[in-house]
Every structure is written in structure tokens, then in C-alpha cells.
């Protein structure tokens, strides 16, 4: 009968009207979903963001005033050990402050920093750099924990030098062997007081703990200068490195 057929016909529509309308209700629910997602990351962003903003200005702060006492500071001694020993904490607290907003750094630009800040500290103390690098030292990236890390074992084995070795000569040797960096600093004084004494202790347990943070290992032995000598080893990132041999 042709009232069936245009009935049939009308319940077909309408279903499909139906059909279409769920879908479009469902694509909706995704869109509003993935809206409301974006903008509570956007938000958690944007408070991220100023809180390290606003952590950075008050670090900023706090190195214009305390480090401008420092300095004033290493001024006003007489001794020369006793003025390195406050530009290093000048230089810890500069690290402190700069870590949140470090840019990426190479092998070879942290070293070329390490050689500049050493040269420094011994000339102001009457002492010399003796810098050895294997020409063919590998320049791989180096993230902000390891430049850190690196920065922080050679400044500290440069104070106990200077502070317990009375150093008037150190000498540093970078090279690669296989996979490995190794570094090696050897000073001309009388040697370091036994591990665990006062400040030195303390100051070798950090170096310890920032070698194993590198994947690596520090040591101390007798220097062929006649004072000590620090051994740090540690693996190099991914990247070509040369095929070396050698002993330390």
C-alpha cells in the first residue's frame, strides 16, 4: 500500500536523521574534550612558565647581592688561598643560579670554560696551568647535569690543590680512550690530607658522588709531579669518537 511505503520511507529518514545527529553529537564531545585538554595544558604552561620566571628573577636577586659581597670579599683578604677559596664559591653559586636556564654545551666548550676559570684562579694564587688536550678530544654534547658535574669535580680537585696541596703548578691531561674521557690533574704539592679529614673528606666524598652521577669513576693516587694526582673516567655521550689506546 503506498501509505506503508511512505511511512517506511519516513521511519528510514528519520533514523538516518538520528544516525547522523549521534555522530555529530559524539564529534562534538571530542572537539569540546580535546578543547578543554588543550587549554588545561596551556594553562599548566603558562603557570610553569611563571613560576620559573619568577624563580629565575629571585635567583637573579640573590646573585646580584650575595655575589657582590663575595667579591667584595675576596678584595678584603690578604691571602691568596683564602680569596680562591671564595671566588670558587662565587663560581658554585653562579652555577647554582645559571643551572635552570643553561644552554646546551659541547665537550669542547666546557672544557675551553674549565681551562679559562682554572687559569684564572691559579694566576690570581701565583701558580700555573699546565693544559695537555689530545688534539683529537671528541666534541660530543653534553647535557646540563653533566656539564655541571664536570665543572664541579675539576674546580673542587683545583681547591684541594691549592688549599692543601699549597700547589705552584698543576697539570691537566684530556684525552679520549675508546669510549671513554679521561682527565687526569696532578699538582706539585705535598699531597692531600687522608680522605675523610675535615673539609677535604667532604669535599672528595661530592667528587665521588658527581663521577657515579657521570656513569664513571674518580681515584687518587700519588703524582708524578710529587703531589696527587685526581684520575676521572667517565663514558662519553653517543657520537664518532676516535679509536685511541693508552694508559694513565
Given amino acids: 500500500m503506498p501509505w506503508l511505503a511512505l511511512l517506511l520511507v519516513a521511519v528510514l529518514a528519520l533514523a538516518a536523521f538520528a544516525l547522523a545527529m549521534h555522530r555529530r553529537a559524539r564529534a562534538l564531545r571530542k572537539t569540546l574534550e580535546r578543547l578543554r585538554n588543550d587549554t588545561a595544558a596551556r594553562l599548566e604552561d603558562e603557570r610553569r612558565q611563571g613560576a620559573d620566571a619568577e624563580r629565575r628573577r629571585l635567583l637573579d636577586d640573590l646573585h646580584d647581592d650575595i655575589g657582590a659581597k ?3 670579599l675576596i678584595h678584603s683578604l690578604e691571602r691568596p688561598e683564602q680569596a680562591d677559596l671564595v671566588r670558587a664559591v662565587v663560581q658554585d653559586f653562579r652555577d ?17 670554560q674549565i681551562r679559562e676559570e682554572t687559569e684564572a684562579r691559579l694566576d690570581a694564587c701565583g701558580s700555573r696551568l699546565d693544559w695537555q688536550q689530545s688534539p683529537d678530544t671528541p666534541d660530543p654534547d653534553l647535557d646540563e647535569q653533566q656539564t655541571l658535574h664536570l665543572f664541579r669535580i675539576v674546580r673542587e680537585a683545583v681547591t684541594n690543590a691549592l688549599r692543601h696541596g699549597h700547589a705552584t703548578q698543576v697539570r691537566m691531561r684530556i684525552r679520549a680512550i675508546a669510549d671513554e674521557l679521561l682527565l687526569d690533574l696532578t699538582d706539585d704539592g705535598p699531597g692531600l690530607p ?12 661530592g667528587m665521588r658522588h658527581r663521577a657515579r ?15 696527587t694526582k ?12 676516535p679509536a685511541t689506546t693508552g694508559r694513565v
Avoid at 647554582?96 to 675551553?112: E, F, I, N, P
Fill in 70 to 72: 663575595l667579591l667584595n
Fill in 96 to 112: 647554582v643560579v645559571s643551572r635552570s636556564h643553561q644552554d646546551a654545551c659541547t665537550l669542547l666548550q666546557a672544557l675551553g
Fill in 213 to 227: 652521577a657521570l656513569h664513571g669513576s674518580i681515584g687518587w693516587e700519588a703524582g708524578t709531579l710529587g703531589g
Fill in 230 to 241: 685526581v684520575i676521572l673516567r667517565f663514558p662519553l655521550p653517543a657520537g664518532p669518537l
Fill in 194 to 205: 687522608a680522605p675523610g679529614a675535615g673539609a677535604a673528606g667532604r669535599g672528595i666524598a
